[in-house]
């Protein structure tokens, strides 16, 4: 049982570059989120999914895409990379009304 | 939506002293409140929950509280240990499980 899985875990883009991080889950969780995490603000959900085919924007979703085909995963799309979404970023799982269990974090960097 | 807001950022206590965390929510209809510990270059890991309609719960040295007419609920571990140093969050979620956090406590417990 690995849990919440993320790949990659460091990368570093060009501005302008797109990209997908990758994360899947194991624990036949309804509910996935990403998050990012910069200095002193906490983790800021991007978008989260109740369940396969649905999703919903968080509070910081611009410049980024979500798709959930099936439950297990749940992929985050930068459609072209700014250097304001340096940060590093995580993905959850929970089941209903549960806590959120997170991957290792991706930490990515755009020049 | 929901916004969580999170006092102190930093807190630094003596060994076996006691650390107090506070938060505040806004949507009134947040019924669940995780409190998660985040160590460095890790990821965040659930520490202690509360529901809506329970007003304490305690496990072990940490005990949490929640006022659902004020919108608060606060953290309070007792006799702190060196390992307790950390950045501890507060979150809060709905139904949907659109969890939503506070921006953090850098906790550091002096030996």
């Known amino acids: 049982n690995a849990g919440v899985t993320q790949t990659p875990k460091f990368q570093v883009l060009k501005t302008g570059q797109s990209m997908t991080l990758q994360c899947a889950q194991d624990m036949n969780h309804e509910y996935m989120s990403w998050y990012r995490q910069d200095p002193g603000m906490g983790l800021r959900l991007i978008h989260y999914s109740v369940g396969a085919g649905i999703t919903d924007q968080g509070e910081v979703p611009n410049g980024y895409n979500v798709s959930r085909s099936t439950t297990e995963d749940f992929p985050l799309r930068l459609l072209s990379a700014a250097p304001s979404q340096t940060s590093v970023y995580f993905c959850?799982?929970?089941?209903?009304?549960?806590?959120?269990?997170f991957g290792q974090g991706t930490r990515l960097t755009v020049v | 939506g929901e916004n969580v807001e999170q006092h102190p950022s930093t807190l630094s206590v003596q060994e076996g002293d006691s650390a107090v965390i506070k938060c505040t929510y806004s949507?009134?209809?947040?019924?669940?409140f995780p409190w998660y510990k985040q160590e460095l270059g890790k990821r965040p890991q659930l520490i202690i929950d509360?529901?809506?309609?329970?007003g304490e719960k305690k496990d072990q040295r940490i005990a949490v509280t929640l006022n659902k007419t004020a919108k608060h609920f606060s953290q309070h571990i007792t006799e702190t240990q060196p390992e307790d140093s950390a950045v501890y969050f507060c979150a809060a979620s709905t139904n949907n499980n659109d969890m939503r956090f506070g921006a953090g406590t850098r906790l550091t417990v002096k030996p």
């Open positions: 509360i529901r809506s309609n329970v």
């Open positions: 959850a799982s929970s089941y209903s009304g549960g806590p959120a269990f």
């Open positions: 949507d009134s209809a947040s019924n669940y």
